[in-house]
């Protein structure tokens, strides 16, 4: 998994290639709990994932950026809290502030997909394939 975060009861675990990784991550996590869902999202070509590090009170920033209609997806874990959005130009701006209000913003990443990303989605197949 390259990126895995946790939110209440629910864990969003990161992959490149979910029909491979998916058995074996859910038996990691049946070992640790029961898991009473499963869902595969796959992100379009657009969007861009944003993780912002707080100082603060993090549940209170998930929450408030929870309520911007930019952000399709917000978990926090540790000191971040990760979005993801369609447009980060515009985004990052809200994010920022909508976080500021209930923690100082220490540092912000933003990733865009990569070219494997892009490849996968209009082909259907790994640029090794």
Sequence with gaps: ASRVT????????????????????IEVAAVHGTVRSVTVEEPDLETVFLRLTIDGDLARVVEALRELPLASRVTGTGDSVDVLV??????LPQVIEGAAVHGTVRSV?????????????LTGKKLRD
């Design 86 to 91: 369609q447009d980060a130009e515009s985004a």
């Design 6 to 25: 946790a939110t209440g009861e629910a864990v969003d675990v990161l992959v490149q290639e979910a029909e491979s990784a998916l058995p074996q991550v």
């Design 109 to 121: 990443t933003v990733e865009e997909p990569d070219l494997e990303t892009v490849f996968l989605r």
